[in-house]
């Protein structure tokens, strides 16, 4: 039997003066409740109550018991109300992981709104493009690019991770604007990679259902978006980025997109957590924020500013 509830009917009949009235108040029978405290006098070896048919009273030690039982139910609620306070209000500390281009110019800015709308939480922010485990490593959510694996995890999809070819207006004044992807052959094409290889890779692009590869060669490779990024807006070739971290520098004009009318790849990008039925509010609320600004039906609308271009 569970000892909480033995307590618990243990207290309704001591206070109510009998198994009945206890049985009444924690909507059980009295046999139940007499078996409820006849577990609990086996398992301490000794009588609580002394029972006859007209009346019941408290022994010594069931007077002593009593009290610490009411102490231990008391302690049992509040911990219970402080696990639906937690539920209720955003409370904590926060520990997500991001890949590190989403995380440092998508991800970064919803986490400083989010932490203005909920004051009493800490965010712990992990960016890494290597693949973690949630449970192993104490993270509550997950933001995952790519196709996923079989698992237990709650996954939410997000709109997919876009990229756009771009480049400053300085840098296309001076070298033209490539018409079609075999002209990026001719351009300085700025490589983001992870790992040293040959000189230039391919990028892909996507019209009418017809899918070309598009030499993208280059002098510079960079392993860090940020530093390609500030290459591209300096004027020195074409970069090819996801659409959050360019959408401020193109709606500003400081860099413009080139094959407009062709689309870059797109990897798929999915929020994973923990299954739990009752999740807290703090995460509630990060899920919420994030499939607002992130969800898949804002997909079709980045896309369409991004072909509208600046104002």
């Known amino acids: 039997m569970d000892r909480l509830t033995s307590m618990a009917a243990f207290v309704a009949a001591a206070d109510l003066g009998s198994f009945a009235a206890g049985a009444a108040a924690l909507g059980m029978s009295p046999q139940m ?30 007077r002593a018991y009593h ?3 009411r102490v231990v139910l008391a302690e049992a609620e509040a911990a219970d109300a402080l696990a639906e306070t937690v539920r209720a209000h955003p409370h904590g500390t926060l520990r997500l992981n991001a890949p590190v281009t989403f995380g440092s110019h998508g991800l970064v800015p919803l986490l400083t709104r989010y932490l203005r709308d909920c004051p009493q939480v800490e965010v ?11 449970l192993e490593e104490g993270f509550e959510a997950v933001i995952r690019l790519g196709p996923l694996a079989e698992s237990s995890l709650v996954a939410r999809p997000l709109a997919p991770y876009r990229l756009v070819a771009c480049a400053a207006p300085a840098y296309l004044g001076a070298n033209g604007v490539p018409s079609s992807p075999a002209d990026l052959s001719r351009h300085q094409c700025l490589d983001f990679s992870h790992w ?31 530093a390609l990024l500030s290459a591209a807006r300096d004027g020195f070739g074409i970069v090819l980025g996801v659409e959050t971290a360019l959408r401020d520098d193109l709606a500003a004009g400081r860099l413009v997109r080139v094959l407009p009318d062709w689309e870059a790849p797109s990897r798929p990008m999915h929020l994973l957590t923990m299954r739990d039925r009752r999740p807290t509010a703090k995460l509630r609320r990060f899920i919420e924020m994030m499939l607002e600004e992130f969800g898949p039906d804002r997909s079709a609308v980045r896309a369409a500013s991004l072909a509208r271009g600046p104002a």
């Open 124 to 134: 712990d922010l992990s960016l890494a493009d290597r693949l973690v485990d949630p």
């Open 196 to 226: 040293p290889r040959g000189r230039g890779s391919l990028w892909q692009f996507t019209r009418a259902g017809q899918t070309v590869e598009a030499p993208a060669a280059g002098r510079l490779r960079i392993n860090d978006f940020r």
């Open 67 to 69: 009290e610490r039982c």
């Open 33 to 62: 409740v007499a078996k409820h405290v006849a577990f609990l006098e086996a398992r301490l070896g000794t009588r609580l109550i002394n029972r006859t048919t007209r009346r019941q009273s408290l022994t010594e030690f069931g």
